[in-house]
């Protein structure tokens, strides 16, 4: 959990004495290295929470009462949406709404009192509609400060009800990568069944430069329009979403690996075969290839694609930088982010070791 550990009830018991500090909740933003929109229809992606996202601060001492409306505030956006919005309210107001609702709902179910009304005031680091999960990590930012206790599962079903009035069909990575940080194997729920997330462990820390194409672009109409591509051409769209499970299944052991080579190829050829769903555009296009020319190991759109950003791989924070200069002369702004490795148990490095000696040693 990336909120610090606070007692059950912390809101409606601070709303009581009044006495609480404010809660915060805190977010990743995520990039999808492999498989997005195949996690849509059931093949895996991996994803990494990365070192920007999005907080939210529950003040509790203006839980005053049952009769007044819940408000959030979006800092840096300066946007403050009410929960008593009805269908036709801003879609951040109906987002707000639905998160409580279903925070409430658990709440009672597992009886527990209710979070009352809320004063919440959120900023999100990244960019809207920049494929970085910015709608989620905000999202989960909400719903942890409103219930710090809750497990992170219940978190990632409540956000769903957020991501639904965004996204309409959401695979639930953004919420659960921007829950669980770190690099995760993701696979979305067949029916009934629900996501699984698997953590896929970093031996050592990844460099990424995260860049935006200009264009601002809509997951629920790219998702649609794969959708649409998939209904006309159903054999040709399973060919490629087959060959994108392949990718994920050679990334997976290519990122255990450190092998940074091999992930960069995997890189280029997803977006090979997400500009063949007509994903890509000539702005991601050309970002690719000025990343490569800068010297980036591979570079793909991620996220929903046609427009939004783009992730290219690099050796270390120095090649970031001539990648991030690069784009910067052509008019494209980036950042560079980390994944950082995971502490590793002695005796598991010690076992690599000693199989790296015995391959080594193998003829
Ligand atoms: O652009 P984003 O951050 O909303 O990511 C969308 C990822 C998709 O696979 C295209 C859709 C999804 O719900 O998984």
């Not at 909120?3 to 709303?15: E, I, K, Q, Y």
């Not at 051409?233 to 690996?257: M, S």
Request: with cysteine; charged share 20%; hydrophobic share 45%.
């Amino acid at each position: 959990m990336l909120v610090s550990a606070l007692p059950n009830d912390v809101t409606a018991a601070a709303a009581e004495t009044g006495t609480a500090d404010p809660v915060r909740g805190t977010a990743h933003g995520k990039v999808i290295l492999f498989g997005e929109h195949a996690v849509v229809y059931g093949v895996p992606a991996l994803a990494v929470g990365i070192d920007r996202g999005a907080w939210a601060q529950v003040d509790v001492r203006a839980a005053t009462g049952a009769d007044e409306v819940s408000v959030l505030h979006v800092r840096g956006w300066d946007v403050t949406v009410r929960d008593d919005a009805g269908e036709d309210g801003p879609p951040l107001a109906r987002a707000f709404r639905d998160v409580l609702a279903a925070t409430r709902k658990d709440q009672r179910a597992t009886g527990r009192v209710p979070v009352g009304t809320v004063h919440v005031e959120a900023e999100a680091d990244l960019p809207p509609g920049g494929g970085l999960g910015c709608s989620a990590a905000l999202g989960v930012a909400v719903a942890r400060a409103v219930d710090p206790s809750a497990s992170a599962e219940s978190i990632a079903a409540r956000v769903d009800a957020w991501e639904r009035v965004f996204h309409g069909n959401p695979s639930g990575i953004d919420a659960a990568v921007a829950s669980a940080g770190g690099c995760v194997l993701f696979t979305r729920g067949k029916g009934d069944e629900p996501s699984t997330i698997e953590r896929v462990r970093l031996s050592e820390t990844l460099h990424l430069c995260i860049g935006h194409s200009g264009q601002a672009s809509s997951t629920k109409s790219m998702v649609e329009s794969v959708a649409r591509i998939r209904e006309r051409r159903p054999e040709i769209t399973q060919k490629t979403f087959d060959a994108i499970h392949t990718l994920v299944k050679n990334a997976r052991l290519a990122i255990v690996d450190h092998d940074l080579r091999a992930i960069g190829q995997l890189l280029d050829l997803n977006q090979m075969l997400l500009s063949g769903l007509f994903l890509s555009t000539p702005e991601i296009k050309q970002m690719c290839a000025t990343a490569h020319t800068a010297g980036a190991l591979g570079a793909k759109l991620t996220g929903a694609g046609g427009g939004g950003c783009v992730v290219a791989l690099v050796f270390d924070a120095a090649r970031g930088a001539n990648v991030l200069a690069a784009w910067k002369a052509e008019g494209f702004d980036g950042f560079a982010a980390t994944v950082k490795a995971e502490v590793q148990d002695v005796r598991e490095i010690l076992q690599k070791l000693h199989e790296r000696v015995i391959a080594a040693g193998s003829p």
